[in-house]
Nanobody
Framework: QVQLVESGGGLVQAGGSLRLSCAAS????????MGWFRQAPGKERQFVAA????????SYADSVKGRFTISRDNAKDTVYLQMNSLKPEDTALYYC?????????????????????WGQGTQVTVSS
């Protein structure tokens, strides 16, 4: 079992920044590929960013590329999402997820079904 707890969400004005954290516990969380997804009201959960097991390889959705940065600290079993230049359309519930099944060290899963553990989410609201 892997437990994921997100934090760092909140209310911010457009153009502002937030840093989300995802603390992992349980089975050696630092061994897994990790990702962030988001879900706005009435919409499907969508991919935001992913980071490989090594932390070297990252992937981003086109909508956040250049504004968001995913990183990880394996010593702390924590994954981060630095969000800059926030826009009202970034408003959503942000979820952290772990893919414990992938074995390739540099793979960055982008599909919701590839992840087998999820956190409860942290709300991000961007006002205009």
């Amino acid at each position: 079992q892997v437990q994921l707890v997100e934090s760092g969400g909140g209310l911010v004005q457009a153009g502002g920044s937030l840093r989300l954290s995802c603390a992992a516990s349980g089975r050696t969380a630092s061994r897994y590929a990790m990702g962030w997804f988001r879900q706005a009201p009435g919409k499907e959960r969508q991919f935001v960013a992913a980071i490989s097991r090594s932390g070297i390889t990252t992937s981003y959705a086109d909508s956040v590329k250049g504004r968001f940065t995913i990183s990880r600290d394996n010593a702390k079993d924590t994954v981060y999402l630095q969000m800059n230049s926030l826009k009202p359309e970034d408003t959503a519930l942000y979820y952290c997820a772990a893919d414990t099944l992938i074995t390739y060290f540099e793979y960055t899963p982008k599909i919701l079904g590839e992840y087998d553990y999820w956190g409860q989410g942290t709300q991000v609201t961007v006002s205009s």
